[in-house]
């Protein structure tokens, strides 16, 4: 197998002891807060040429304002930054402060009291902090004192309080909180242990419906009465059910909600409270339900449903009883939605494959579609985008005696080919890869010829609950058995070379992308790692503390002995021997769900035996680059080493 590039290695030694001292790294290049060791200068034509596919303008809308605008968060690369759009096709106007990324944001629903309260971190840190903003003021207060992480902010119906959910108390448990704006400290409003969150209001404010995180596949739904702080658990049960979002009916007499509790997929159904009646509103459908909204006249119920990736958006009249048919959209992924004040417009966001996400509505009455936003490209031209398409390949286990088939996209750029390939692994390992767009895919596929295959490999959502659990535990590396079969499907295909096929993937897609290095290396030719897990056991000590149980349900619980031996015997960090293709690393300093040290423990492997490693840090990041001047110098050095990879170009860093 080819092999190419200088050896290169990292400097970084977090969490890594040796009984030697390492060989010496090659020189360090710091710019700004970016620190690179390995990589070749990026020339700033190439940063530039890249910066083009970034997204610039994109919206998500977030909620509708009394007066009618449009509560938007606007993307530049990958940072989220809070504006009003007044009507379609108006310039977007920034709130707050506009150079700060959002996570959340949601408007107080009482007219006289115009604002909103948002989300936001620190360089990634995820130590999220609540911040009110004063619209009729034009004032910003951040209403914590910092060091707790706060998130999940919820008006009261009447708009003088909010609940959230907070570790403030112990810094572990994530529990309910109840704050207002008249300065007075939060109270608590549910004390218990685990991970918790407020979902909705009873009509008269005085209970909140409450739902307890176990893990992807386990949740638990709770009324919460505030005067009393009795807690009663709604629709309990003996086998482990996953709620999504819940909402009171708007007679407060039943409930709305989102479950796989009948089955396979999620679906939408209502509880009577009274009676206890269930019955789904969603119908037989073989897919996920993604949510739903309620108008506030309580008439319309739209709701959402994930098919194959793609959503649709389906519309019920409550009062009537009966479904209405609702927008046709392109196909991709909504990333927000709901209704306006006055309940006779559909707010909505969607992304497809081949554009970024824009801001509509959709008019109830006369079923009216129109562009608030207008998201815009670096002069690229629209025509060389690329929609993808639906493919599946068989795997190596067996349903009903048929082969396992795993559903993957494919961003493929035109010609008969064969082209080089990249495997882009999601991280999660619960999510999906939907036809959402990304500028480095785009760039990959337009400039420099390659495929782009985003697999949904086990342990994916979208597919079922027991497709989601096949990865569980001591299945860990059947979800990446699943990659080599698709490494393998790839051989078989004319457009595609399989001589030069390079993985990537962040988080946990990170680890799938370093154990497909270790286990097969004689199919690959590089690997791209975005702050990937490389050992389970160090990985599971050392993430964020409230988090560890979570993971641990999911990944399996390393104090356990039996179950410690199967992770470090999976884990990359233990093969790094095997792994003889160049890998490029990508690190946020600040992560704190998987730390630096993790990155930094396997690279030290890798230049200890003269490995070929690209490293790429950022002192102002953390669970991935957010910040657009990083995510352009990323994408650069990612499209850089794929070309040396792909040996695609003697100048590895020159623009086409």
């Known amino acids: 197998m080819r092999r190419t590039g200088p050896a290169l290695a990292l400097l970084l030694l977090v969490g890594c002891a040796t009984t030697a001292p390492p060989p010496a790294g090659p020189p360090q290049r710091r710019d700004g807060a970016l620190l690179s060791e390995g990589l070749p200068e990026l020339p700033a034509a190439l940063v530039a040429d890249v910066a083009r596919y970034q997204e610039r303008g994109s919206a998500t809308f977030l909620d509708w304002t009394a007066d009618g605008a449009l509560l938007v968060a606007l993307r530049d690369g990958t940072a989220s930054r809070l504006h009003l759009v007044a009507a379609p096709g108006a310039a977007p106007q920034p709130l707050a402060d506009a150079d700060a990324p959002v996570d959340d944001a949601r408007w107080n629903p009482d007219p006289a009291r115009p604002g909103l309260i948002f989300v936001r971190d620190a360089d990634g840190d995820e130590r999220f902090q609540l911040h ?35 570790n403030r108390r112990d810094g572990i448990n994530t529990e309910v909180w109840i704050g207002a704006l008249d300065g007075a400290e939060p109270a608590l409003a549910l004390r218990s242990a685990g991970a918790w969150r407020a979902l909705d209001w009873r009509g008269d404010d005085g209970a909140l419906l409450v739902q307890e995180l176990v893990s992807v596949g386990e949740s638990r739904l709770y009324l919460l009465e505030l005067a009393s702080g009795a807690l009663r658990q709604l629709l309990p049960s003996e086998r ?29 159904r209502h509880l009577d409270l009274a009676s206890g009646a269930l019955r789904t509103l969603s119908g037989p459908l073989p897919w996920d339900v993604e949510g739903f909204r309620l108008s506030p006249d309580g008439r319309w119920l739209a709701w959402s449903a994930n098919q194959d990736g793609a959503s649709r958006l389906h519309l019920h009249d409550l009062r009537a009883d009966r479904a209405h048919p609702g927008p046709t959209l392109p196909e991709g992924a909504i990333t927000g939605f709901g209704f306006s004040r006055d309940s006779r417009q559909l707010g909505l966001s969607l992304a497809t494959g081949a554009a970024p996400s824009d801001a509509w509505s959709w008019s109830l009455a006369g079923g009216a579609l129109r562009r608030w936003t207008a998201s815009r490209l670096a002069g690229v031209a629209p025509a060389l985008l690329v929609a993808p398409r639906t493919v599946r390949y068989p795997t190596f286990d067996a349903i009903d005696g048929a082969p396992r088939q795993i559903p993957a996209l494919v961003y493929a750029p035109p010609g008969a080919g064969p082209a080089p390939v990249l495997v882009l692994l999601h991280g999660g390992p619960e999510a999906q890869s939907r036809p959402s767009y990304s500028g480095l895919v785009q760039y990959l596929v337009a400039e420099l010829g390659c495929a782009v295959v985003l697999p949904n490999v086990r342990g994916s959502t979208g597919y079922g609950r027991g497709f989601v659990a096949l990865d569980d535990r001591q299945r860990r590396e059947d979800a990446v058995a699943d990659v080599g079969a698709l490494l393998a499907w790839l051989a078989t295909q004319p457009g595609f070379d399989a001589a030069r096929v390079a993985v990537a993937g962040g988080s946990y897609g990170g680890y799938l992308a370093l154990a497909a290095l270790a286990r097969y290396p004689e199919r690959l030719v590089g690997g791209v790692d975005v702050a990937g897990i490389t050992d389970f056991v160090s990985f599971l000590v050392n993430t964020e503390l409230g988090r560890r149980a979570q993971r641990r349900e999911e990944y399996g619980d390393e104090r356990d002995p039996f179950m410690r031996a199967i992770l470090e015997r ?67 050095a990612t499209v850089a080493f794929l070309r040396e990879a792909f040996g695609l170009s003697d100048a590895a860093t020159t623009p086409r």
């Open 570 to 636: 999976i884990s990359p960090l233990r093969h790094a021997q095997r792994i003889v293709d160049p890998v490029l690393v990508v690190q946020g300093r600040n992560d704190p769900r998987v730390p630096v040290g993790e990155s930094a423990a396997l690279v030290t492997k890798l230049r200890a035996r003269g490995g070929t490693v690209w490293y790429l840090l950022a002192d102002d990041e953390g669970h991935g680059f957010r910040k657009p001047a990083n995510v352009a110098v990323q994408n650069a």
């Open 240 to 268: 482990p059910v996953a709620y999504g979002e819940a909402a009171f009916a708007p007679d407060d007499r039943g409930l709305l909600f989102v479950a796989d509790d009948g089955g396979e997929f999620r679906a939408l």
């Open 132 to 166: 009110h903003y004063d619209a009729r003021r034009a004032t910003l207060r951040m209403l914590g004192a910092g060091g707790s992480r706060d998130s999940d902010p919820l008006w009261s119906n009447r708009g003088d309080r909010y609940a959230f959910s907070s």
